[in-house]
């Protein structure tokens, strides 16, 4: 029976995956949860791949000899995997086989570098994708001033998607904004937000979960006491859902890290 996809998969982050469906004759897709590659975006992306990529990819799938080779007998708690299959023509569910991160044989870890090329290709044209930014909104804060920043989560995508907003989060619960600061010395804290910490720009929805189309942008900003001792850090932020719709496709899920780079805490009275 002929192959008309060839599936791939590996775990990314703390619950994150990376996911690939590459087809003969129709869309080929990829699902990011987590953006792993430090691109500040998830979503699915498709595109329509010339027969001679895949081609060349199952060539590879079956020059790796994946099928043949030793796969976990147990489950192993907190595991992460990477998985391989195809699926054939008449069937609706690809045959899969999961490898362990932590003792991927040589030949799977080969053809993983060679199918994520073709991710790659896949990855240039978003289908429904979350693009976010996020930046510090001035570069120094006395300590007794809350630490600011503006976040911008766009539909980046051909098509229109729903993603969680923040700005719906219920009072007194976690609005999906994690803030890490880290000291020179690598100490770190962080805070969970709320939606008391945050403010909406103009015309912003505040549904929790709005319809965005193409080119539409949810823009907030935070602001959060951490009471810092005078000096010098580093921030990042992420951003996660709270809510899912698991039966709507057009809902975007996962989670997005953003490094905010350096700001300085000064002293008392200093600029703001």
């Excluded at 619950?15 to 590459?22: K, Q, V, Y």
């Excluded at 099928?67 to 609706?92: C, H, M, N, Q, Y």
């Excluded at 693009?131 to 570069?139: D, G, I, N, T, V």
Aim: with cysteine.
């Amino acid at each position: 029976m002929d192959v008309v996809a060839i599936n791939y998969s590996r775990d990314v982050g703390w619950a994150g995956t990376l996911s690939a469906e590459i087809c003969r004759g129709e869309p080929s897709t990829t699902l990011v949860t987590f953006n792993y590659d430090r691109r500040p975006e998830i979503g699915l992306y498709r595109l329509l791949l010339p027969d001679e990529t895949f081609r060349d990819t199952l060539d590879k799938l079956r020059r790796s000899g994946y099928d043949k080779l030793p796969t976990p007998t147990e489950a192993i708690p907190e595991a992460k995997f990477i998985v391989v299959g195809e699926r054939r023509k008449g069937e609706s569910l690809p045959i899969l086989r999961p490898f362990d991160l932590r003792a991927v044989p040589p030949e799977v870890a080969a053809l993983g570098q060679e199918i994520e090329k073709v991710v790659g290709e896949i990855r240039q044209h978003p289908d429904r994708v979350v693009k976010a930014s996020a930046a510090w909104m001035q570069a120094s804060f006395v300590p007794d001033a809350p630490l600011a920043v503006q976040v911008n989560l766009q539909c980046a995508g051909a098509l229109p998607l729903m993603l969680w907003n923040p700005l719906g989060a219920a009072p007194g619960t976690w609005c999906g904004l994690r803030l890490w600061v880290s000291d020179a010395s690598g100490k770190e804290q962080s805070v969970d937000l709320e939606s008391v910490h945050l403010r909406p720009l103009p015309g912003m929805p505040t549904d929790p979960t709005p319809l965005l189309v193409p080119g539409d942008t949810v823009s907030l900003q935070l602001k959060k006491k951490v009471y810092l001792a005078p000096g010098r850090y580093v921030g990042r932020l992420s951003y996660q859902n709270v809510l899912d719709r698991v039966d709507n496709s057009q809902f975007v899920r996962g989670e997005i890290w953003f490094d905010l780079g350096a700001i300085v805490v000064g002293q008392s009275g200093g600029r703001r």
